[in-house]
């Protein structure tokens, strides 16, 4: 069988989690750090804090932006379900901008009309599909006329860089930006996840915010009194100073997730020179396009997706995945619109009301992107389409 995605895990990543586990701490030690200033130096940025998993970082992101009751956090309705969760988690609502065609990325124009609309949106949060950046100078310029921040989730998009060259990560346009090391992203740690910024005092709340909202570096006590006798600190003392959660990652998640951010370039090179044959794989098969054709040099190439004319072909969705299935070929869709899900229809979401990302949703499929697949592989991948297809 051949997946749609899959990670990749080398003698050097077991031996890497295999020193933390006979020499180093399980939890709260130095690889947490060693891990955070590698992705920090990497996508130039001041600050990161590492967490439990994008779903945490998202979450985490959320309170420190202001996000809460009364507020608005506006995302793409193709997206991972936790981009909008983030929201309901923090106690704001989840709104949507609806999708360009063209990248599958929040569409700035629609996200001014959503502004319009909302004005008590608090963060803007959009998301680099399939790891290609979202227009960045755009969705800042119109947060900035509107009083809102913006979060971006980068759990896609590790590695990718902007038209100016900047790497996603380097929060130029915006307050804080989210990974996630769940392993079908790029690099693996198991589950975790990350938040960068530049904010200093983002940066602080973060720490508390991921340790139960516990006092961190130089935060000063809130009840000085107790925290000393005579004049003398008392050694024990810590201070909860606000309502956290346990979001820690452990140190053998970030060893793993350390010897994998070793091979990131080469894993990025890789995927992008498979998908660059994939695009012309499918350039004279009949009923395929790629999903993304923009950008492709500056991605970080999480997923591959192909719009499909179904109709035109004679084949139904269902129909073609169980079809590659028996050929041993994996596929997904990326993704059920957030605005489907039982739980925002409860809330009162139409996905009607967001026609490109229907039509999108509609017509995608996620075909086998991941590091270890062979042009062999690719090449069967591309004529068993052409087959059943054409
Ligand atoms: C994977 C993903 C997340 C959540 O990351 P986890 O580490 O799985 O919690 C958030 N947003 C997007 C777009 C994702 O793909």
Same mark, same amino acid.
């Given at each position: 069988?051949i997946?749609y995605?899959k990670h990749?895990?080398d003698?050097?990543?077991?031996?890497?989690?295999?020193?933390?586990?006979?020499?180093g701490?399980?939890?709260q030690?130095?690889?947490?750090?060693?891990?955070e200033?590698?992705?920090?130096?990497?996508?130039?940025?001041?600050?990161?804090?590492?967490v439990s998993?994008g779903?945490?970082?998202?979450?985490?992101?959320?309170?420190?932006?202001g996000v809460?009751?009364?507020?608005?956090l506006?995302?793409?309705?193709i997206t991972?379900?936790?981009?909008a969760?983030?929201?309901?988690?923090?106690?704001?609502?989840p709104?949507?901008?609806?999708?360009d065609?063209?990248?599958?990325n929040?569409?700035?124009?629609?996200l001014?009309?959503?502004?319009?609309?909302?004005?008590?949106?608090?963060?803007?949060?959009?998301?680099?599909f399939?790891?290609?950046?979202?227009?960045?100078s755009e969705?800042?310029?119109?947060a900035?006329s509107?009083?809102?921040?913006v979060?971006?989730?980068?759990?896609?998009?590790?590695?990718?860089?902007?038209?100016?060259g900047q790497?996603?990560?380097?929060?130029?346009?915006?307050?804080m930006?989210?990974?996630?090391f769940?392993p079908?992203?790029?690099?693996?740690?198991?589950?975790?996840?990350?938040?960068t910024?530049?904010?200093?005092?983002?940066?602080q709340r973060?720490?508390?915010?991921?340790?139960?909202?516990?006092?961190?570096?130089?935060d000063?006590?809130?009840?000085?009194e107790?925290?000393?006798?005579?004049g003398?600190?008392?050694?024990? &003392?810590? /201070?909860m100073?606000?309502?956290?959660?346990? +979001?820690?990652? #452990?140190?053998? @998640?970030c060893?793993?997730?350390?010897? *994998?951010?070793?091979?990131?370039e080469?894993?990025?090179?890789?995927r992008?020179n498979?998908a660059?044959?994939y695009?012309?794989g499918?350039?004279d098969?009949?009923?395929?396009?790629p999903?993304?054709n923009?950008?492709q040099d500056?991605s970080?190439?999480?997923?591959y997706t192909i719009?499909?004319?179904?109709?035109?072909?004679?084949?139904?969705r269902?129909?073609?995945?169980?079809?590659?299935?028996?050929r041993?070929i994996?596929?997904?869709v990326?993704?059920?619109?957030?605005?489907?899900?039982p739980h925002?229809?409860?809330?009162?979401?139409?996905?009607?009301d967001?026609?490109?990302?229907?039509?999108? &949703?509609? /017509?995608a499929?996620s075909?086998?992107?991941? +590091?270890?697949? #062979?042009?062999? @592989?690719q090449?069967?991948v591309?004529s *068993?389409?052409?087959?059943?297809?054409?």
């Amino acid at each position: 069988m051949i997946p749609y995605g899959k990670h990749y895990i080398d003698e050097d990543d077991i031996a890497a989690v295999v020193e933390v586990l006979r020499d180093g701490w399980l939890t709260q030690g130095p690889k947490i750090a060693e891990l955070e200033s590698a992705i920090a130096d990497y996508v130039g940025v001041k600050y990161a804090v590492a967490v439990s998993s994008g779903t945490a970082a998202l979450h985490l992101a959320a309170i420190t932006a202001g996000v809460g009751p009364g507020t608005s956090l506006v995302t793409s309705p193709i997206t991972f379900i936790a981009s909008a969760n983030a929201a309901l988690y923090a106690g704001g609502r989840p709104v949507f901008a609806d999708i360009d065609p063209d990248t599958i990325n929040m569409s700035p124009e629609n996200l001014q009309g959503v502004l319009q609309k909302n004005p008590d949106t608090r963060a803007i949060v959009p998301v680099h599909f399939a790891g290609l950046p979202c227009d960045m100078s755009e969705i800042k310029s119109i947060a900035d006329s509107s009083g809102a921040v913006v979060i971006e989730d980068a759990a896609h998009a590790l590695g990718a860089r902007y038209p100016d060259g900047q790497r996603v990560g380097c929060c130029s346009h915006s307050l804080m930006t989210i990974f996630s090391f769940h392993p079908v992203k790029v690099i693996a740690a198991g589950e975790g996840g990350m938040i960068t910024t530049n904010d200093k005092a983002i940066y602080q709340r973060l720490l508390r915010l991921r340790s139960h909202g516990i006092n961190k570096l130089d935060d000063p006590f809130q009840l000085p009194e107790q925290a000393e006798t005579n004049g003398v600190r008392n050694p024990w &003392y810590y /201070e909860m100073q606000e309502l956290g959660f346990n +979001y820690r990652i #452990t140190d053998i @998640q970030c060893s793993l997730a350390l010897s *994998q951010f070793n091979k990131l370039e080469k894993f990025i090179e890789r995927r992008r020179n498979l998908a660059m044959r994939y695009a012309k794989g499918f350039a004279d098969i009949k009923n395929i396009r790629p999903a993304q054709n923009r950008g492709q040099d500056n991605s970080g190439h999480h997923l591959y997706t192909i719009r499909i004319n179904f109709e035109a072909a004679g084949v139904s969705r269902s129909e073609l995945m169980n079809e590659l299935k028996t050929r041993k070929i994996g596929s997904q869709v990326h993704y059920i619109p957030v605005t489907t899900q039982p739980h925002y229809q409860r809330l009162g979401f139409r996905t009607e009301d967001f026609p490109n990302a229907q039509k999108y &949703y509609e /017509e995608a499929l996620s075909i086998p992107l991941f +590091y270890e697949l #062979t042009e062999k @592989q690719q090449d069967y991948v591309i004529s *068993q389409l052409g087959e059943l297809l054409a």
